[in-house]
């Protein structure tokens, strides 16, 4: 929820044209996430919109809410959190869909953002560190460093036990 918007409105809106890639088809391309390996799939195109093959990224550990990711010059930042998909409970109990995996530790996933495999994927763990959006990214220190600017206002754990989301079961 945001508690303001600033800035100035847009005068006009008109939309240019519809991407439709050339008219190819693109199928299997999701936000929502994958019962089975791999969770997650990274897609990118090349700056004259030609697809490269997919980045199966099969080093995530469950699958994880990931609602956004950031992009830098040189690299694409991926997170794992403790929102954990759980198809079974919402089949089988009627419970939601997404659950809470309080004894994971969240990770951060760093990977080449024109990689052709995940074999250059580095994940590091950031406790406490639920990210679901991002506001930006960029390389600071010659790429070095990575600084990203994200969301994490309240403790996932605290919202799940005080009722923001239904319970796991």
């Given at each position: 929820?945001?508690?303001y ?44 919109g ?11 550990q ?46 951060i996933?760093v ?8 074999s250059?994927m580095?994940?590091f ?15 600071e ?17 605290h919202a799940?036990q ?7 079961g």
């Amino acid at each position: 929820m945001t508690p303001y918007e600033s800035g100035h409105a847009v005068p006009r809106w008109r939309q240019r044209h519809r991407c439709d890639f050339d008219g190819r088809r693109m199928i299997g391309m999701t936000a929502h996430p994958k019962k089975d390996p791999p969770f997650l799939t990274y897609i990118w195109f090349d700056k004259a919109g030609n697809k490269a093959d997919d980045v199966p990224i099969f080093s995530l550990q469950q699958p994880s809410m990931l609602h956004d990711f950031a992009i830098t010059e040189h690299y694409a930042i991926f997170p794992e959190s403790q929102l954990v998909m759980c198809p079974m409970n919402m089949a089988l109990r009627g419970g939601s869909l997404i659950g809470l995996d309080s004894a994971m530790v969240q990770r951060i996933g760093v990977l080449p953002r024109y990689a052709e495999d995940e074999s250059e994927m580095r994940w590091f763990k950031v406790p406490g560190f639920n990210m679901l959006h991002t506001a930006n990214a960029w390389e600071e220190a010659n790429g070095e460093e990575i600084i990203l600017v994200s969301t994490n206002n309240l403790s996932v754990t605290h919202a799940w036990q005080h009722g923001t989301h239904a319970s796991s079961g």
